[in-house]
């Protein structure tokens, strides 16, 4: 089955602790992007990467990192997590760029205390 | 840089009842538009989407838009919505065929009552 897939659904951590947020996709795209929800604010793009090796920042940048060395996976790392990241995020992928159909994953809440 | 305005936080309509979001965009030229619907606990699916050509589109579910450049408007509609409706509703846009960033809106969410 086509799909994205982020893990995990659920995490819970405390302030300065190295966290990472995986998101790995079977479509051979091309395109992956990670995205924060924060109510009355919509989607937030946080970064996006156009193929391996290559990414770059979105609106929300400051705080997390990403790699790309495989097509398939596009972590999301928060090298010292904050409260004010916590949030809903979602990766999601496409072929050839934003303007194609994203296919989102099922989404990740993160609390940080 | 593109943005996007849903101007309804919240509508409550009639099972039955037709239904239309509003979305207004600002961007320079003609943007890629979209509307994503985001079930509760879900990720977001595409309804439909406008690059060119006809300003009327036709998407899954029974939704359509009408881009109206105008009014620089990308309103959602339904005649007849169903209780399964019930979501939360975000247009989107991107600047052109070689852009990257995707721009949300803040979200329509839609109540059915029976």
């Known amino acids: 089955e086509a799909q994205v897939t982020q893990n995990p659904r659920y995490l819970i951590t405390v302030t300065g602790k190295k966290l990472t947020v995986t998101c790995s996709q079977n479509?051979?795209?091309?395109?992956m992007s990670w995205y924060r929800q924060d109510p009355g604010l919509g989607l937030r793009q946080i970064y996006y990467?156009?193929?391996?090796?290559?990414?770059d920042k979105g609106d929300v940048p400051e705080g997390y990192k990403v790699s790309r060395k495989e097509k398939r996976n596009f972590p999301l790392i928060l090298e010292s997590p904050s409260p004010n990241q916590t949030s809903l995020y979602f990766c999601?992928?496409?072929?050839?760029?934003?303007?194609?159909?994203?296919?989102f994953g099922n989404g990740t809440r993160l609390t940080v205390t | 840089a593109q943005s996007v305005t849903q101007p309804d936080i919240h509508i409550t309509v009639s099972e039955g009842a037709s239904l239309e979001l509003r979305c207004n965009y600002s961007y320079g030229a003609t943007p890629y538009l979209f509307w994503y619907v985001q079930s509760p606990g879900q990720g977001l699916q595409l309804l439909l989407k406008?690059?060119?050509?006809?300003?009327l589109v036709q998407g899954i579910k029974g939704f359509e838009a009408e881009f109206k450049r105008s009014q620089s408007s990308f309103n959602l509609r339904k005649p007849s919505v169903h209780w399964s409706d019930a979501a939360e509703y975000f247009c989107a846009v991107v600047g052109g065929s070689n852009d990257y960033k995707l721009s949300f809106g803040a979200g329509t969410t839609v109540t059915v009552r029976a």
């Open positions: 990467s156009m193929n391996v090796e290559v990414t």
């Open positions: 406008y690059f060119s050509g006809d300003t």
């Open positions: 999601a992928s496409s072929f050839y760029g934003a303007s194609d159909t994203l296919h």
């Open positions: 479509m051979n795209h091309e395109y």
